[in-house]
């Protein structure tokens, strides 16, 4: 979940006046204090659908790694074989604890073969350095530096950030293949941008230093891009079915039942935190599946409410929504639920129990939104 | 932020019309309430017929980030319901005061629309709106 101080002072992104100038309204989000939406969510949200928004995600955590070993220090606690990664490709893993549950969820990326990064959520950023930290320690050659306070990260998302990125960046985003990063000169200052993002649009991730962020900030508004705060973030990435610390995964959750098998390498037989527990779960037969629920009536769906089979009508729940919201694009309500298997078959009828009434439901295919293309 | 004369609020931020000298009264939320909870996505407002009595949750409003309940000004017999807001519930969020509207009552006791807020209280009363 998170390792944020309930009484600790907010953190303040360094971009805060320019959130306050576009209008934005802030509320806490693990530990900082975050733009939740500006002109408002829906609308943030069909900016990103239909053009282009553009992401403070500063409160992310980030630390780099140089060293000619760097990649088996990474390796050592990720799930994902990253020491395949080339210098310019940027993979997806997961940081498991010793009974294969997911402490964190992770983007890896190798800028060159002793040079990497690695983004984490803020919720976890601490404890996540530590880690690295502690795993470095143990290598020979192998440097770490936190980013996390000498940087800003903007995400800049939409079928138009090819357009902005073209006039901000002065690059093609088509050179940059899908997941693949690449380090720049921007302003006489280094700039690391990354083809990625959490909304289920072409786009991409950058991060600048210091001082140089309010001025990418501009740059990306001249352009045309609309400021996105985390409320529509949140809705992005749910339709995208894309999981959420904290909810979809949590240290009690597996990477199989989550549908994240695909980011555990077990083949190579290398060694990392939580390995021997991943292959004992991998072998098991699975008993619940994260799966896509969507709401046959009119209404909102929200994380824990509580899923039932209609056709048992007298058994306990079969599960709970991990998270749930109203889709902008599908305009209906949408969330995520771990079920029995046997229930996770798109089309399968599900009541949801919203304030005491069950609600009809039916399991959709993952995910809920997909762009063409 | 709009907040008319001539209409009553309570400090939930309700709003209650009274309409001539019918007994009757319209109820919706005010501006402040609808800018607050941000895009409305979904009202659910009670039958016709349905007997509130005054505080009494007769219904419930949904934006996209949170659940908020809808309470009764004052008691009375629903006679009326915006079903328009089954489909627009943004009209809540464009026109608090006219097209959002969410039920009409027969009032039971027309005093208690007394003990509701004026305009000039209710905007007092509400906290700095950033």
């Known amino acids: ?373 | 932020m709009e907040i008319p004369e001539g209409l009553r609020y309570t400090a939930e931020d309700e709003w209650l019309r009274l309409e001539g000298d019918s007994g009757e009264a319209t109820i919706g939320i005010s501006d402040y309430a609808q800018d607050q909870l941000g895009d409305i996505v979904f009202v659910e407002l009670p039958p016709v017929g349905r007997v509130l009595r005054k505080g009494e949750a007769f219904g419930v409003v949904e934006s996209v980030k949170a659940v908020s309940d809808l309470n009764a000004p004052a008691g009375g017999e629903v006679i009326a319901r915006n079903d328009a807001l089954e489909s627009a519930s943004e009209l809540v969020n464009s026109s608090p005061y006219a097209d959002g509207w969410m039920i009409r009552i027969r009032l039971t006791d027309p005093a208690e629309v007394d003990a509701l807020m004026d305009a000039a209280t209710y905007r007092k009363q509400l906290p700095e709106v950033q």
């Open chain 1, 1 to 373: 979940m998170s390792d944020t101080d309930p009484n600790a002072p907010l953190l303040v992104l360094p971009l805060h006046d320019r959130h306050a100038a576009a209008g934005a309204r802030f509320a806490p989000f693990s530990g900082w204090d975050m733009p939740l939406q500006y002109t408002g969510i829906v609308q943030e949200h069909e900016a990103v659908r239909t053009h282009a928004g553009i992401f403070d995600v500063t409160h992310m955590g980030r630390v780099a790694l140089r060293g000619a070993r760097a990649g088996e220090v990474i390796r050592s606690i990720t799930t994902a074989d990253v020491t395949t990664l080339k210098p310019g490709q940027a993979h997806y893993s997961l940081y498991c604890n010793e009974g294969g549950g997911i402490d964190d969820d992770v983007f890896v990326y190798c800028l060159a073969a002793d040079h990497w990064l690695i983004v984490h959520n803020a919720g976890n950023a601490t404890a996540d350095a530590a880690r690295v930290a502690a795993a470095v320690e143990g290598a020979t050659d192998v440097t770490m530096r936190d980013l996390g306070e000498a940087t800003v990260m903007l995400a800049v998302q939409g079928p138009a950030a090819a357009a902005a990125i073209r006039t901000v960046l002065g690059f093609d985003l088509e050179g940059v293949p899908v997941r693949g990063c690449r380090e720049m000169e921007w302003n006489d200052s280094r700039l690391i941008f990354g083809r990625t993002g959490y909304t289920g649009e072409d786009g991409g991730e950058v991060i600048v230093d210091l001082e140089r962020g309010a001025a990418l900030w501009d740059a990306f508004l001249a352009a045309g891009v609309t400021p996105v705060g985390l409320g529509a973030r949140d809705t992005l990435r749910l339709e995208a079915a894309l999981p959420l610390h904290g909810h979809e995964i949590t240290p009690e959750t597996n990477p199989f039942d989550a549908g994240l098998g695909w980011a555990v390498s077990l083949d190579d037989g290398a060694p990392f935190t939580g390995r021997d527990a991943l292959v004992r779960l991998k072998a098991e037969p699975r008993t619940r599946r994260l799966a896509c629920v969507r709401l046959a009536e009119r209404g909102v769906l929200r994380a824990e409410y509580v899923v039932h089979d209609p056709a048992k009508p007298e058994t306990p729940a079969v599960g709970m929504l991990t998270s749930g919201a109203f889709s902008p694009t599908l305009q209906a309500g949408i969330g995520m639920a771990y079920l029995p298997p046997a229930l996770t078959e798109p089309g399968t009828p599900l009541a949801v129990d919203i304030r005491g009434r069950n609600v009809p439901a039916e399991v959709v295919r993952r995910p809920f939104y997909k762009r063409a293309g």
